[in-house]
């Protein structure tokens, strides 16, 4: 019965606040039972998991070595009608052999060209085939896959900071962050994120922020180097959760949103009403020292669930079960090239792209150097490029 009103009163948050054009819509939602995976009682171990356990092979692309790339930390892939782009300082086109084709655009101040943060990932409309970016937190700018310059936006404003996230179909999807003001001390405002129509400009749908009503003391105002929400594109699928709640949605087209895990949390873990105090930086650091939160998330084609806490790795079954969670990387038992690969900081980091039940993911060329390793590549040396790492997918089918 608990879990039934739970789910209730959490579609209710989720379709309160849903507009097209101005006007208010019922959303229907379709007959869907989420899964629930219990946390409370996850233990901490240091067994890693394997790459068996969610994967079928592993495959390798090696990237031309001029330009060179550098750090990889927040550096992600995306692959797009078989081409690869490598999103850095700049966007970096490549074949599907990974061969280099260009650059997308000019660094530099002038006409047509740009600053982009390396942390900062763009924005790929894989439909009409543009990227677009933040220059400089000033405005977005944006390049057709060719590297044209398509043109920027208006500045941000002063009050309120509005992030695009992603592109999806014919939506925009954008962050907000408010400036703390006397009349109100919620940074993350009314709601969490908005949805635009891209061809009528209009917002389409609003995510409400459960907490919008907290008015804590202010301190000082804390920015995040990670965003609030996590985006995961998954063929034509969208899923979302924000940092601090606890349920994993799904659509396709942001009239149907299914709640498709829920994480059954104590207290141990942090809550909204703590983070917004938090970010007011009058929450008490030992609570935030000690407090978990599940960020990192990786739905797999067989209903499986990796996700991360505090950048540990765990992996739920389609049931919902969960024994534990790690910092070990893991460990590829699938081929002899590669010994270990860190999937909790590349999902934590948001850094993979999946398409077809294929994961890619980047991999810095020392790593095929370490014991135990045999370099995929004759050409291959440590300080080569970072390495383009296709991994198969477990499907139902394959699932042990």
Known sequence: MKKKLYIVISLSLLYGCNSREGNKQEKMVESFNPVTIDVTKIIESDKPLMLSQFAETISYISLSEEPLIGDISYTSVVVIDDTIYVDSENIYKYTSKGKFIKKLFVVGQGPGEALKSSTTP???????????FSYKSIFNVSYSFNGDFLGKSDPVEEDSHKFLETYFNDYSL??????ITSDSRNSLGQYLFYVKDINTDSVFYFYPNPAANDNPSFNAQIEL???DMNFIHIDSVLW?????????????DFINILPRYIFKTDNTYLNIHEYIQFRNKVLDLNRVKVAKTITGILPLPTGDLLFTINGKLSLASKDGNVYSYTLKSSINDIDEYLKEIDIANIIESRTFYVENNYLYILVDAFKFFEDGCKPPFNELMEESNPVVVKIKLKTPSQQS
Do not use: G, M
């Open 122 to 132: 763009a924005a790929f409309n894989k439909k009409e085939k543009y990227v677009t």
């Open 174 to 179: 954008y962050s907000t962050k408010h400036r």
């Open 240 to 252: 979302f959760k924000h940092y601090v709640l606890d349920t994993i949605y799904s659509t396709q």
């Open 225 to 227: 180097d990670k965003p």
